[in-house]
């Protein structure tokens, strides 16, 4: 059975010449984005998982001719509060070099959740390289941007994302919190010395092989 495009997959409408000839549309260079935080590294549902965001953007590329699919760059388990990632960078160093002139991506959130950072790329930076930008869910398309009120609609979702990213942080230190309260909580990073118990949870034991160690290290301390 073939499987249903997705609704917002759809292309618009193409205008046809009058001899019902397509007109000559030219090819954009075409790079495909995609991440995930580190929370979400390894997600399986469809559409937010790194395979999920890749197909919306391929089958979006497939109906639109005029794009051409020249990359594909993929930041797996990297926050979106800034631009220091690696892939990210990549992209960034091929677009100024001229590789890349149109950016596909499943959703702005995907691109950055810092407004200011995000702000910059889209109404400065891309704008000045000739570079287009594709956000398929929220279909916009920078092409086609015209200062109408869905164009002015960026800036706010970019807003939104930063404070969605700023949030999500505060929630996740404030459980943290609630579970050392309670004893339900260890480090990711466990002190050298010390080991998960074998017999109880959430507690530290002594490490037997670095135990003597730390007792020379503690005795050379306190003999100066």
């Known amino acids: 059975m073939a499987r249903k495009k997705r609704q917002y997959l759809q292309p618009k409408g193409r205008e046809q010449l009058q001899n019902g000839a397509m007109p000559f549309l030219p090819v954009w260079e075409t790079a495909i984005y995609a991440r995930l935080s580190v929370e ?25 001719p005029y794009l051409h699919l020249a990359d594909t760059y993929v930041d797996n388990g990297w926050t979106g509060v800034n631009t220091d990632r690696p892939e990210f960078q990549r992209l960034l160093n091929d ?26 790329l889209l109404e400065n930076i891309f704008p000045a390289l000739g570079v287009r930008f594709i956000s398929v ?8 941007t015209d ?32 579970k050392q ?15 998960k118990s074998e017999t109880e949870a959430y507690r530290l034991e002594p490490d037997p092989e670095a135990a003597p160690i730390v ?9 100066g």
Do not use: W
């Not at 404070?163 to 230190?173: L, R, T």
């Open 40 to 64: 979400n590294s390894h997600k399986k549902d469809d559409g937010d998982s790194i395979e999920g965001q890749v197909e919306i953007c391929r089958e979006y590329i497939a109906e639109h």
């Open 95 to 120: 677009i100024r070099d001229g590789k890349i002139k149109a950016l596909v991506l499943k959703d702005f959130s995907r691109f950055s959740r810092n407004y200011i950072e995000a702000g910059n």
């Open 137 to 144: 869910v929220d279909r916009y398309d920078s092409f086609e």
């Open 147 to 178: 200062g109408s009120a869905s164009s002015l609609m960026i800036p706010l979702k970019n807003l939104i994302n930063s404070f969605y990213s700023k949030d999500q942080s505060k929630k996740v230190s404030l459980a943290i919190h609630a």
């Open 181 to 195: 309260l309670a004893g339900e909580h260890l480090p990711s990073k466990i002190p050298y010395g010390y080991r």
């Open 215 to 223: 007792k020379r290290v503690y005795a050379a301390f306190l003999a």
